[in-house]
């Protein structure tokens, strides 16, 4: 059932590349417009929402958190992302114009559920984002879009993130579409680009070796910290995750902008910090700004080990660990960049001897509040 591999998390890993594509598959018509079919909220309503609110918890908030940076570019709607549980118990304001999209590998999360249930009884439209067909978020929602990751056994979650990072995609070309925030032309060229990506996920995982190696090294270090901006923020949140869920090490994510404001105390001789390395081909500053980041911490003893694209020169000098990744556009790069996390998580806790599939304290889906 492992397929071979140690364990379910490094067969999912591996999964990766065919969950993308499938949750691509199917969703463009003759013309290659994209097509969702199964979004069943009237199309007046669609154009006529003026605010999205995600929710979801772990793992899948963090995907939401892809899913602002991305829907707000193409679609220029307002994108909130909450915490399920938080949601819940504040006040928020929704009107028949808000689209909330729980997002929700399980489809049981209570968290979750409860937020849609209250997010429906305020006259807010639920759209789910969910993996497991039959389950109780999307019965509850106005509308599914469902992830095609396949069941996803270890506790820690892999291919469903990707796969739901790519229905966000989806959703927000398809809003794009459909209020006409974008040409068409660059809508198709960005379906393209996202139909790249299989192959991009599967050549990082062909370079896995180099990244088990390091893993395997550094074992035995207490804690490491993880820098990104922009979409590389919630990267950096889904890699420390995934260190803490299954080695148990203290492991934090930072927005990279974030340091001088205070993490940077944390900064001491030989300390451990991933670098989510934009690309540099991006019209902004985003790329140089977080240069000067590696600059920052590695100026102050960190050993900086550097996501960064191929070609990618400048973080040379600066990185002590590089790992390569594809070229892809800034926004679709976490499909990318957050494989090399998830590798070295599971490396890690496997040299520490620990049970990758089932890490202590924690279920597969949190089905109480
Ligand atoms: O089933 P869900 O996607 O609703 O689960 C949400 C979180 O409990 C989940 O992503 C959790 O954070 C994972 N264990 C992360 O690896």
Redesign the pocket.
């Known amino acids: 059932v492992k397929g071979g591999f140690d364990s379910f998390m490094d067969k999912e890993i591996h999964d990766q590349p065919k969950a993308v594509a499938d949750t691509l598959l199917g969703r463009t018509d003759a013309s290659g417009d994209l097509m969702l079919d199964e979004l069943r909220i009237p199309e007046t309503v669609l154009r006529s929402i003026d605010k999205i609110i995600v929710i979801?918890?772990?793992?899948?908030a963090y995907s939401g958190h892809v899913a602002k940076y991305a829907i707000e570019h193409w679609c220029r709607i307002p994108v909130e992302v909450e915490l399920a549980h938080e949601f819940r118990y504040r006040d928020p304001i929704l009107t028949p114009r808000t689209l909330v999209v729980a997002?929700?590998?399980?489809g049981?999360?209570m968290d979750?559920l409860m937020a849609v249930r209250h997010a429906r009884e305020q006259g807010a439209y639920v759209l789910a984002i969910v993996n497991t067909h039959g389950s109780t978020i999307p019965r509850e929602s106005d509308a599914v879009l469902y992830t095609h990751a396949g069941p996803e056994v270890a506790?820690?979650?892999t291919k469903?993130f990707l796969a739901q990072i790519t229905a966000c995609y989806l959703l927000g070309l398809y809003l794009a579409q459909l209020r006409g925030t974008k040409f068409a032309d660059e809508i198709q060229e960005t379906l393209q680009e996202l139909q790249a990506l299989p192959d991009k996920i599967q050549s990082v995982l062909d370079d896995e070796a180099a990244v088990r190696e390091v893993a395997q090294a550094m074992k035995d270090e207490p804690s490491f910290l993880f820098l990104g901006r922009h979409v590389g923020y919630p990267v950096a949140l889904e890699g420390a995750?995934?260190l803490k869920?299954i080695a148990y090490i203290h492991a934090e994510g930072f927005a990279a902008g974030e340091l001088k404001h205070g993490p940077i105390a944390l900064i001491d001789t030989g300390q451990p910090v991933f670098v989510i390395a934009p690309s540099p081909r991006g019209r902004d500053q985003l790329h140089s700004k977080v240069v000067s980041n590696i600059q920052e911490v590695r100026a102050r003893g960190a050993r900086t080990l550097v996501i960064a694209e191929e070609g990618d020169e400048a973080v040379v000098p600066y990185a002590d660990i590089l790992f390569r990744v594809p070229q892809t556009p800034t926004l679709l790069s976490p499909l990318v960049a957050v494989v090399p996390l998830q590798i070295f998580a599971s490396e890690l806790a496997k040299a520490k001897g620990l049970d990758v599939d089932q890490p202590r304290n924690?279920a597969k889906?949190?089905t109480v509040e």
Not at 56 to 60: D, E, S
Not at 103 to 106: E, G, K
């Open positions: 979801a918890c772990g793992t899948a997002i929700s590998q399980s049981e999360t979750t506790v820690a979650s469903a995750l995934k869920e924690l889906s949190v």
